[in-house]
Every structure is written in C-alpha cells, then in structure tokens.
C-alpha cells in the first residue's frame, strides 16, 4: 500500500503553486498570454506556461525521473518513472483573471499511469488518488445521459456533436479546465467531462483523470478508440471523455460518433 506522494509530483505541485501565484499576481492579461516560444507540439507557449513549467522542471532536476510536459515535451532521463505534467491548465482563464485553472499531474510507470494529482489554483483544492490506495472519490454512478450535470469543451466546427449532448443532458457547463472538471466527475460533482470529438485534448490533459477518475468508480475513455495509457507523443490528440460509469461513457461516446 502506498502511503505518500511521489517525491516529483509533490514537488512538481509545490512548485506550480509558488511560480502562479508569483506570475498572475505581477502580470496582467495580455503579458501573461503572449508566446514566448513554440511548445513541443507546435502551439505557441505563453509567458504563463512558461513560467510555471520552468519552476517545476528546477525543482524536480534532482529527481530520477523523465518528464513529459505540455511544453518542452519529453525528457528521457532513462528511468522507468515519468512525470507527466501539464503546468497550467485553463492558461486563457488564469491570465483574464476567471478562477478556474489547475495543475496537473501523473506519475507512469512503463504504459500505466500509477498516481493522479490535481491542484486548482484559485481555491487550493486538491484531488489525488494512486490506483494502489483507497481513496473517498466517489463518481455519481449516474448510467444514462438523459438529465446529466456535464462539462463540455466548447463547440467546435458545426458544433453537432456538443448541440446532440446538450439536448439530452440537464445542465451543460463549459468551463476552461479539462483536469479540474474531470477532478470533478471523480468527486461526484459532474456526471461527465468530455471533448465533444474534436481531437483537443493532450495526454498531459487526461493522465491525472485516469487515475482520479478510475480510482473513484468511473472510467476515462476516448470518443475516437484511442487508447489512454503513457505515450511521449505530445503532439497526439485525443476527445476524452470522463464518466461516473462505463454505461455513461458508452452512450456519450456512441451519441458523438453518431454525430461524426
């Protein structure tokens, strides 16, 4: 049984912190968004990520790990651990100042995402989970969309497959933070998190939801058969979907390909 957090991802979190605090207290909007280089998968890196990924990769250095990060990509260090991470998640609102950004983080042994953790950075809540502990996650185990709580990325292209979502469900959320939102399907807040099919998400987006969300009774799958286990293409996309059931992931998924 595991008792504590991985050194690198404790540290990776605690630096995270410190370094956002520091950037959106010092910066305004339009410094913190502008690109100061070219991330590792071709999108621009803001002066926000760059910031905070840049303390996290200090404050690991000492560690016997190899990273995966939204920026740099991958850092081979020759271990079987990896620390997958990426630094700010919801960067567009972190810099307008909306409440509603996180770290994220993974810890892979080999394929197998072994460890979740996910800090939001405005309230300081924090989810972890690690498949070898027990955990009070706990998903809503609701089956069926008809009368769901979801969370969508926002439409993209014709937008048919979020409108054939939004018909059947509740409430539709779109938020800016895939990882605090699956966060929240493992706390049993959400019903489902997902990408409504337009390849956006990285796997540093979805490698801490595996885990939490996994953990907590629901399942992470991907609209298009992809599979989620590590991978150091960081250029690779991904339509994630969050579910508190496998029932309700089958129907999400199968209503969005439907739609394709």
């Known amino acids: 049984m595991v008792t504590s957090r991985h050194p690198a991802l404790q540290a ?22 502008e690109a100061v280089a070219e991330g590792a998968d071709g999108t621009p890196t803001s002066r926000l990520d ?7 990769l200090e404050a690991v250095d000492h560690l016997d790990v190899n990273i995966l990060s939204e920026e740099i990509g991958h850092l081979d260090r020759g271990s079987s651990t990896t620390l997958v991470i990426d630094p700010v998640d919801g960067t567009g609102n972190a810099s307008a100042g909306i409440p ?28 972890w989970a690690h498949v070898d502990e027990p955990t009070g996650l706990r998903t809503t185990g ?13 439409p993209k292209g014709d937008g048919a497959g979020f409108l054939s979502v939004a018909r059947r469900t509740d409430r539709v959320r779109v938020l800016g933070s895939s990882s605090i939102e699956a966060a929240l399907v493992a706390d049993g ?12 998400h990285r796997i540093v987006d979805l490698a801490a939801a595996v885990v939490l969300v996994c953990r907590a009774g629901g399942v992470v799958v991907d609209v298009h058969g992809r599979p989620l286990t590590f ?30």
């Open 142 to 154: 609701r089956q069926r969309l008809d009368g769901a709580i979801v969370s969508m990325i926002r």
């Open 100 to 127: 509603f950004s996180a770290f994220t983080g993974a810890i892979a042994v080999e394929e197998r995402f072994v460890e979740g953790l996910t800090h939001w950075f405005d309230t300081g809540r924090q989810w």
């Open 231 to 260: 991978t150091t293409d960081i250029a690779g996309r991904w339509s994630g979907v969050a579910a508190a059931s496998q029932e309700l992931a089958d129907e999400i998924v199968e209503l969005l390909r439907g739609t394709a």
């Open 50 to 56: 760059a910031l905070v990924e840049s303390a996290i």
């Open 12 to 33: 990776a979190s605690e630096a995270a912190i410190e370094a956002w605090t520091r950037a959106v207290s010092t910066g305004g909007r339009d410094h913190l968004l």
């Open 189 to 200: 807040v959400l019903d489902a998190a997902f990408d409504p099919g337009s390849r956006t």
